[in-house]
């Protein structure tokens, strides 16, 4: 009779994870109840699973997704000794009703970690987007409450997620979504996930962390947004927007639809953008500062000026403008103080070339650049791209490729891939002129720099 081959990579993913027998059992069947399956499992299954015993089915998922959330960080089939059981999809059952808040943002952060296909591969879903915007405008709070006792929020645990979440931000700025967004969800699933469950929407605390916990999780909606994982972006954006409606804070909520009118222009979902865009200022009106009012308005007129609606998408522009005018940066909390005077004048931008006004785009890009801090790399390689294509549409072909190439550099560099988008699109702009020599030369050196830049991405967690 063959013997088994003790599992020495289950062990040492355990030892490193400090979890016994009887903890990692506990964790297991958590996490398949969590997806709607009854897993039998105690200290002896462990024991028999480390003296080499392949469990069947699902079983091998869980156990990775278990260790995942222990750790914070992603744990695969392979990396505990059971490879064989990637030769077999993972088809869990659908997942449980959330009883809390916090049910739900546990288990998209351990299958996000864990890497779980039905989490991080989910296709975006228009019906989503249409249940965001009826439940946020007519429902105040989902009701669900979380369990009592347990851990104390604190000042401190509010002011640390808030400091955390600013600090991600200027990294998202600075290299694009992929450098840190790994290391956002390791830190929302060791700091806040723990925390969440113990939360009370009825005390000024409990608002205050759920605010926060909602700005962090709209990051990281945002950072998988930009690195293309847009299923992803879009589950993290409605758990964020849950969590700011039982917060009370229209104006995040508000924050968070526009950032889903962003995302659902980005794939061409025009109308549904300019609803969700709608939807953030009509639910907020009241409630957000003019810069927020300001911020709704302007994603309004993106979609508008996607659809070739010039009228519509001036109206909107212009309140953008009004309420901008009234802005008080002091007023803003954290997260909104990125939409200043360079931004709009980038959202202006981006209105005029979708509107095919290149001289008035190339205006607009200048006064952005003129204004714009120089941490906000990822945005002023989007504004420069739009000002290479105002060149080039006015007839600078040589001024345009040249300000294209200082952009294919900067973007070589971040990990972004709306601002390679943005790139592939000035290229596809360029056929015209295939055969100058200029044209080739440029489009030999973008295509090597930006094969570099897909490497590093498709490294990224």
Not at 141 to 148: I, L
Not at 353 to 371: I, K, N, Q, W
């Amino acid at each position: 009779m063959k013997l088994r081959e003790p599992n020495h990579q289950l062990a040492a993913v355990m030892a490193r994870a400090d979890v016994s027998n009887k903890g990692l059992a506990r964790r297991v069947q958590d996490v398949a109840a969590g997806h709607g399956e009854d897993i039998r499992c105690d200290h002896v299954s462990v024991k028999r699973w480390l003296d080499g015993m392949h469990p069947r089915g699902t079983t091998p998922h869980f156990i990775a997704e278990a260790l995942s959330r222990k750790l914070g960080e992603r744990v695969g089939v392979r990396d505990i000794g059971m490879m064989y059981a990637e030769v077999t999809p993972f088809t869990a059952g659908p997942q449980k009703q959330a009883d809390s808040f916090a049910d739900g943002v546990t288990v998209l952060i351990s299958g996000d970690l864990s890497g779980n296909p039905q989490v991080v591969e989910r296709d975006v879903s228009s019906n989503a987007w249409n249940d965001s915007m009826v439940t946020w405008l007519v429902a105040p709070g989902s009701g669900v409450r979380p369990h009592a006792g347990g851990r104390l929020i604190t000042a401190g645990s509010v002011e640390a997620v808030r400091e955390t979440t600013a600090l991600f931000a200027k990294l998202d700025y600075r290299f694009g979504g992929g450098h840190a967004r790994s290391t956002v969800v390791q830190y929302i699933a060791m700091e806040i996930e723990p925390l969440l469950k113990h939360v009370r929407p009825d005390t000024t605390l409990g608002r205050q962390f759920l605010s926060e916990t909602a700005a962090m999780l709209r990051l990281a909606a945002w950072m998988a947004y930009d690195t293309g994982r847009h299923g992803l972006a879009q589950q993290y954006m409605t758990k964020a927007l849950m969590l700011a409606r039982e917060a009370g804070n229209r104006m995040l909520g508000g924050r968070i639809l526009a950032g889903m009118s962003h995302q659902a222009n980005y794939l061409g979902h025009y109308g549904m953008a300019a609803n969700l865009a709608r939807s953030a200022r009509m639910g907020a009106e009241g409630a957000a500062t003019p810069t927020a009012m300001a911020l709704f308005n302007a994603m309004e007129a993106r979609a508008l000026a996607s659809q070739g609606d010039e009228a519509g998408c001036s109206r909107a522009l212009g309140e953008a403008e009004r309420w901008f005018e009234r802005r008080n940066a002091e007023d803003d909390p954290v997260w909104l103080k990125y939409f200043d005077e360079a931004e709009l004048a980038a959202e202006f931008a981006h209105c005029y070339r979708d509107l095919g006004h290149h001289h008035r785009a190339r205006d607009r890009v200048l006064e952005s650049v003129a204004l714009s801090e120089t941490l906000y790399v990822r945005s002023l390689s989007f504004v420069r791209t739009i000002l290479a294509t105002s060149h080039v549409s006015g007839g600078d072909l040589e001024q345009g490729i040249a300000v294209a190439r200082e952009v294919v550099t900067t973007v070589a560099d971040l990990r972004s891939a709306r601002t390679r988008r943005y790139v592939r699109e000035f290229m596809s702009q360029l056929m015209r002129y295939q055969n100058d020599p200029l044209v080739r030369d440029f489009k030999t050196y973008a295509e090597a720099r930006l094969a570099r830049a897909r490497s590093e991405t498709a490294t990224a967690v």
